[in-house]
């Protein structure tokens, strides 16, 4: 039977990068994906790096997202030099559009409540002077100077070569069936090409992990469910926009290969991942409010994926006390992307045998397994 100090399932951006962080440290490490690498939510994202989109105040989740997007550029330079893979982060900054006074309450108390943002307020003339492209509606704006973004599905592969480069091994097209238990804690993973004997399992498996066979038998599942996101690309208008617009409940990215990236819809419609012309309609209104020029724009292509989404909103990371070896890096929502390095260093922390540190005792599984 085959072995390795680590099997992690799923090898979307959370699996890819924990098994980087884990090779980095030294640590034997083996990803099993069923699919392709970012077959799932990791290639439909938008790549934003928004700490305080979801934010419902400066408590763990926000340290946490802003402690990524800290880093986030010099490890896009460290994983393009070890894997040759180019995740595109663009630090585009981020204006957030007021559209009635409503929003302006909204946008001003928030920046407020997260100072570390350097959130800055501008009234309807200096948001044109910021974006030209941005709606000439718009009475005012809250930006974000450090908010970036990158393109989702080159950064999942950029972790996987640069996990390779450090010995972890990446088998795509290999879904894991079931967890091989005995006296309480982890002896091994089954696929479907056969087990693999390890003492460690960390399951990534985003929406799919309250599904799957993974899961122990007789514990409680977790409170993960699909959220589906609609989202579409036009050609970007020339010159093209610079900073990265939200509001009327979307957003606008320019990425860096000259397209406007327009997403998206939320949707509760269980293991459902297609495009539909509800949700066309939906993206083109709602991206035309924030950049009017959309509507000219040539039409590239629109896509969708399942959001993992947690029941209280916070991801769930950290290893299940009910079985010894056994971990959880899931519920990453609409931000996984972003908290993806945070997540991968606390799951090395935990297989290195270091304590949880207390900011992110929030996140632990414990809330819904014991
Ligand atoms: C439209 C949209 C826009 C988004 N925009 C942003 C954004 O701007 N910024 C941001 O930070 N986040 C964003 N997100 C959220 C982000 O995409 C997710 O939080 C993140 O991709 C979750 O990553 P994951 O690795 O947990 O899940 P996934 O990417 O879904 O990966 C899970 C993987 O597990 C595999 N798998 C499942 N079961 C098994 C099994 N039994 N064996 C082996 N493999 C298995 C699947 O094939 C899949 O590849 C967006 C999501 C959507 C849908």
Redesign the pocket.
Known sequence: MRTSEVVV????????SVAFFLAREGIEVTL????A??????????????PTNDAADAGPFFHWAQRSLEGFESLAAELLERSGVDCEFVRSGTLRLAFDDDDVTRLQARADTFADARLEWFDAAAVRVVEPYAAEHAVGGSYAPDEA?VR?PLL?RAYAAAARRFGARIETG????GLRVGSGRVTGVE?RDGAWSTPRVVL?????SAT???WPEGLARLPVAPL????LSVEAPTPAPATTLLGAGGYVVPKRDGSLVV??TEEEVGFDARVTGEGLRQLLEMGARIVPAIGDCTFRSAW?????TPSDGLPIIGPVDEVEGFAV??G????????SPATGELITGWVSGKATPSEARAFLPSRFTS
């Open positions: 399932v799923g090898g979307g951006v959370i699996g890819a099993l994906e069923r699919d690498l970012a077959a799932g939510a990791s290639g439909a994202a938008a790549g934003m790096l928004t973004h989702s999942a290999v879904e894991a069936t696929t990534c498996s985003g929406a799919w799957g066979g993974v589906r996101g609609q989202i997403g998206a969708a994926g399942l959001r993992p890096a899931t990453h929502h609409r931000n996984g992307v972003l908290l």
